[in-house]
């Protein structure tokens, strides 16, 4: 398995409060991915990463930031969480965006706002 | 945004069973992958499909990319309950590469 862990694994936090999700790989993958996953819609892409300080924005990025240090860590922020913001988070990691990319998941963050 | 449309959406059979599972989008894609999901975890990578027309075999699973590289499937034969599970399909757009998911087929093999 390709060593991604994401921490917390668990949140429940109140509507209006910032949060912070952590990704960390151990691969040296240059790329990183963070992706909601809500029932009825798939994996969704909210940013993504194509080295350090370098990060661009997927399909659902608003009311979330990113911010990559270094290498091994993606940060995923909810400057203001909201209740629409409720679900189950995904890092990824890979070589590079390509037509046979292989993307390793992590365990997944699950995210409740109240 | 290219969307990719799975169906069926939930399919529930009995062990022994065959079974296909379908990947559908009016936008054509460079490649097309297949993941399967169990709960608590990641997707994890079964198989990526290159070329039009592509099949590729894995055990029991049978992937195909249409021709014009716009749909997919994924045939089980003879369904085992360890195939319990979601199965999302992933096209590259042929732009970007980046990698749009299906809404998810969720399998469930009964013994």
Redesign the interface.
């Known amino acids: 398995d390709a060593g991604i862990t994401q921490s917390p694994r668990h949140k429940v936090t109140e509507t209006g409060t910032p949060v912070t999700l952590r990704c960390h790989q151990t691969e040296n993958h240059r790329y990183m991915y963070w992706y909601r996953q809500d029932p009825g819609h798939g994996l969704r892409l909210i940013h993504y990463s194509y080295g350090v300080k370098d990060t661009d924005k997927g399909e659902v990025s608003d009311g979330y930031s990113v911010s990559r240090s270094k290498t091994e860590d993606f940060l995923l922020t909810l400057e203001s969480a909201t209740s629409s913001q409720t679900s189950v988070y995904f890092c990824a990691i890979g070589q590079g965006l390509a037509s046979q990319e292989t993307q390793y998941f992590g365990p997944g963050t699950r995210l409740l706002v109240l | 945004?290219q969307l990719?449309e799975?169906s069926p959406q939930f399919l529930s059979i009995q062990e022994g069973e065959n079974l296909t599972v379908y990947c559908n989008s009016s936008s054509v894609f460079?490649?097309l992958q297949w993941y399967r999901q169990e709960p608590?975890?990641?997707?994890?990578?079964l198989v990526?499909v290159?070329t039009g027309g592509e099949v590729k075999k894995l055990k029991r699973l049978t992937f195909q990319f249409g021709d014009a590289r716009k749909d997919s499937s994924l045939h089980i034969t003879a369904a085992q309950p360890g195939d319990t599970g979601l199965y999302?399909c992933?096209g590259?757009e042929v732009r970007?590469?980046?990698?749009i998911?299906?809404?998810?087929t969720r399998l469930k093999v009964l013994a």
Do not use: D, I, R
């Open positions: 945004t990719l799975q460079s490649s608590g975890e990641g997707p994890v990578l990526t290159v999302l992933a590259a970007t590469y980046k990698y998911f299906g809404t998810g």
